[in-house]
């Protein structure tokens, strides 16, 4: 069954950077895409970006270009997202999501989210 | 950026009762809108995609439908694990989400 698992929650001061995983399973990563999406605590769903399984092209929300960088590592069949400068609004639980390999399509299975805080 | 518009907001409703949610877009999206459910602690749960289309295993009373700018999600007879938050998706440029919608016990 298609499975994404992410890293554990992090705690980071502001200015610092986080690097969340994903790791996915039951299915064949690079015939798919990658979007992360935060959910500030309380808040509603933020897409931030996307990453090709395929041919590793990305595109990224203009709100965080310049802050977001989003990897993949295809032997591993691993997504990854890092956001630089951290900022206290950038806490947030951040989540992983499928669809199939274009912007064209809903996202069908998520990760379990993992929570970022930053902090002082 | 196509902007995702949900209302109500908050939805006070009791067992048994027809549940309307509407989704308004700030431009034509065709068809490509989903909607999910997410309850507290968890990710999002996709329920229907291309507005009418049911997920695998979502019961039948989640209906959709709608096209263009303005979309809805019906649930026939709320049950006791329907209480939850909903959300509108469109996916015709990029993804952008509604603000969601709540759906509480009245």
């Known amino acids: 069954q298609v499975q994404l698992v992410q890293s554990g929650g992090e705690v980071k001061k502001p200015g610092a950077s986080v690097k969340v995983s994903c790791k996915a399973s039951?299915?064949?990563?690079?015939?798919?895409?990658v979007s992360w999406v935060r959910q500030a605590p309380g808040q509603g769903l933020e897409w931030m970006g996307w990453i090709s399984g395929y041919t590793g092209k990305t595109n990224y929300t203009q709100k965080l270009q310049g802050r977001v960088t989003m990897t993949t590592d295809t032997s591993t069949s691993t997504a990854y997202m890092e956001l630089r400068s951290l900022r206290s609004d950038d806490t947030a639980v951040y989540y992983c999501a499928r669809h199939h390999d274009n912007s064209g399509y809903p996202f069908d299975y998520w990760g379990q989210g993992t929570l970022v805080t930053v902090s002082s | 950026d196509i902007q995702m518009t949900q209302s109500p907001s908050t939805l006070s409703a009791s067992v048994g009762d027809r549940v309307t949610i509407t989704c308004r877009a700030s431009q034509n999206i065709s068809s490509w809108l989903a909607w999910f459910q997410q309850k507290p602690g968890k990710a999002p749960k996709l329920l229907i995609y291309?507005?009418?289309n049911l997920e695998s295993a979502v019961p039948s009373r989640f209906s959709g439908s709608g096209s263009g700018t303005e979309f809805t999600l019906t649930i026939s007879s709320l049950q006791p694990d329907d209480f939850a938050t909903y959300f509108c998706q469109q996916y015709n440029s990029y993804w952008t989400f509604g603000q969601g919608t709540k759906v509480e016990i009245k």
């Open positions: 291309d507005v009418t």
């Open positions: 039951g299915y064949t990563f690079n015939s798919y895409g």
